[in-house]
């Protein structure tokens, strides 16, 4: 077992018959694509990239990534930490046609000759596992839930039950 660095190019052949474990951490400021889709840059995460050879004789990756990001909350537009976690099962191949004959405990990488950019392999996972939206715990939150936006110029919601006919009908006048 050995264990080394992220690199950008490896060969998958020679880590996962030599049951590498690459482990570490990074910061997001150096995972480009990542950091582009956070509202900042900093924070670190962490990684544990185990290879190995399953059992059908496939080359594979076993990772755990965590780390705490900003993102935007999408209530407030205020910057947020959020946690990322993900675990993955990855089989190598070199295309799409085998990437859908792999078992399906195994998630496919499609690699060209058996290079593998462990860097981008750790980046494309934490992209999996962030969220569309994030929004403040409700405490957090500076706009509260169930205030209107100003934007939307909205009425406060009447506390009288009318009928749900009434309020479509509201609805669909020009704006007086
Ligand atoms: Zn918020």
Known sequence: ??????????????LASSGAVIEGS?????????????????????YCLRFGVTEEGIPSIAGQVEGSV???????????ELD????????????????????GRLEPLVLQEDIV?????????????LPFVSYHSQDECKQKVGHQSIEEGAEPVSEERNNPFDVLAALKKPES
């Not at 077992?1 to 020679?14: E, F, H, N």
């Open 26 to 46: 990074v910061k997001v400021s150096e995972l480009g694509r990542l950091a582009q889709a956070l509202a900042e840059d900093s924070g670190t995460v962490s």
């Open 1 to 14: 077992m050995s264990t080394g660095p992220l690199t950008r190019q490896a060969d998958i052949r020679k």
């Open 70 to 80: 900003v993102v935007l909350c999408q209530r407030c537009l205020e910057p947020m």
């Open 117 to 129: 950019d462990t860097a981008a392999v750790l980046e494309e996972e934490l992209l999996l596992c």
């Open 84 to 103: 990322l976690r993900s675990e993955f099962l990855l089989g190598a191949v070199d295309s799409d046609e085998r990437a859908r004959q792999l078992p």
